[in-house]
């Protein structure tokens, strides 16, 4: 075998060993850490809804609660800090990330129901610490604006962690059935105040049912109403 061709083979080995051992961490274009969704993690994502599209919940007494989506989105997304004024930014890490926004669809389009799924660096001083060497981990949290539940003392800070590492139960209604539920509960029974925002909803929802595929799918008030997604 020729000198040429040993170094040619030397230089695939090289190449496929590289391939091998690189991981979903690395982003080749730019060196920056890239955090990508595994395939395991890609089946606990929402199926993505359409921009305009309304969500509709319905109770007993057949009452309706109507959301609209305005924001839908999932992909890669940066982490950057920089200047209060803007006048240059430092980029830490890419990451992936699902978001869906929604806010009432019946005039008060403040009161936004938001999820958030990511693939995030956790423990990591983004602000000093170059390069980025959090743990990479898969969450999501989400808020909701008839929630009676809040973290510590402050009553709007209500959003809600997704653990996606507990088990998951199936509920079917409506003549549909969901196998990937995760049930919320506040354990409160107390009703927040209203806001200027959301005036004719009290903020009385202490049960939430949330599908890993579908989102939000039901929640359960004080009152003892059960909504339901249509």
Known sequence: MSKKNIIIMLFFAIFILNSCSRNNDIESSDGLPY??????????????????????????????????????????????????????????????????????????????????????????NYQTQYPTVGTPRFYGYFTFPLWNGYNGTDEYNNSISIDFDKPTITMSFNGKTYTKVRIFESNKNIVLATTNTFPFYPKNVNIIYYDDNTGIIGFDDLNGKLWRIQ
């Open 35 to 124: 955090y990508q969704f595994t395939l395991e993690e890609k089946s606990k994502l929402i199926d993505k809804p359409n921009v305009g599209t309304v969500i509709t919940y319905k109770n007993q007494d057949n009452e309706l609660l109507k959301f609209k989506i305005f924001d839908s989105e999932i992909g890669k997304t940066t982490f950057a800090t920089g200047t209060f004024w803007g006048s240059y930014t430092t980029q830490h890490f890419h990451y992936d990330r699902q978001k869906i926004s929604m806010w009432y669809a019946e005039g008060y389009t403040y009161s936004i129901c938001e999820i958030n799924i990511l693939k995030y660096p956790i423990g990591s």
